[in-house]
């Protein structure tokens, strides 16, 4: 129970997926259970010729490498996980039925312009595309997250490959952020003081370990837009393009959650088309 509320526990979403076997021709598998709502809008899209009716998070990534082990060789059953910082980090695993993202999660590929869109018209419908590229330019929004959370992603990078305890940051864009200079910068001191602590932490567990020279050897995977737009946490680059969005008063005020589920919905990209070439192959 959390909070008076009953939890769904690993052994029934391992199992929850005899009870749709009449509606699903193809059971697809991922990591949590936030984001089965995103995969079923993206899903529906990318195979509009396969019939079902649910897809079954299993709880974190550990839980989808053993169900994917056990069932190798079910081309009834497809398992989907986030690259996460798994590439980088070189801790890949290969099974024929498990289906790596090439970006760090499925929010990561949200943010095109159809979708962005789609989302402003919720608003203000009347606006057409030629009116919305004068009041903001999306290139320069998603060039402004990359400066600005390529140093904390780094940040979690190392906090990630060398097992120190300590959480991710939780962003609060106009707050850390100063627009008013070109690039954006850090404003206040929440940022850099976190960054202190993943320092402290460091040090901690190694003395030799300096921040700086760890963050430098992973700033080659940030070496460009592209590079940047798929090594950082897609939920932060979401927190960041709307928030932009509602400080100009082009969106109503809503949670990254909504946002996310919302651009979902209007998914609208060739940049899955892999995972549809590589799924229909495994399963014919």
Avoid: W
């Avoid at 509320?5 to 052994?11: A, C, H, I, K, V």
């Avoid at 200079?181 to 320092?199: A, G, K, L, Q």
């Avoid at 897609?234 to 919302?262: A, C, P, W």
């Amino acid at each position: 129970m959390d909070i008076g509320f009953p939890e769904l526990t690993d052994s029934f979403l391992s199992g929850q997926d005899i009870l749709y076997a009449q509606f699903n021709d193809i059971e697809f598998y991922v990591e949590d259970k936030e984001q089965q709502h995103f995969y079923f809008n993206i899903l529906k899209k990318l195979f509009p010729d396969l019939k079902f009716e649910k897809i079954f998070p299993l709880n974190g990534k550990k839980n989808v490498f053993d169900a994917a082990l056990v069932n190798i060789g079910n081309k009834k059953k497809i398992y989907i996980v986030d690259l996460d910082f798994d590439q980088i980090l070189n801790t890949v695993r290969n099974f024929d039925n498990l289906f790596y993202l090439r970006k760090y999660s499925i929010e990561n590929y949200l943010f095109s312009r159809y979708a962005i869109y789609e989302i402003i018209r919720i608003k203000n419908p009347k606006l057409k595309d030629r009116d919305i590229d004068t009041l903001f330019d999306l290139n320069q929004i998603l060039t402004d997250a990359s400066i600005c959370l390529k140093e904390l992603t780094c940040c979690f990078i190392i906090i990630k490959k060398k097992q120190l305890v300590h959480h991710y940051y939780g962003l609060n864009v106009n707050r850390d952020f100063d627009f008013t200079t070109s690039p954006p910068y850090y404003r206040m001191n929440f940022i850099t003081d976190y960054i202190n602590e993943v320092e402290l932490l460091l040090i901690a567990k190694d003395r030799r370990l300096k921040l700086e020279s760890q963050k430098k050897k992973l700033l080659e995977h940030f070496n460009s837009l592209s590079n940047c737009l798929s090594h950082i946490p897609g939920k932060h680059i979401l927190t960041f393009i709307k928030d932009r969005l509602q400080i100009m008063g082009l969106i109503n005020q809503m949670n990254v959650e909504s946002f996310s589920y919302q651009l979902s919905k209007d998914f609208y990209s060739n940049e899955l088309d892999y995972l549809k070439t590589n799924v229909e192959k495994y399963i014919r």
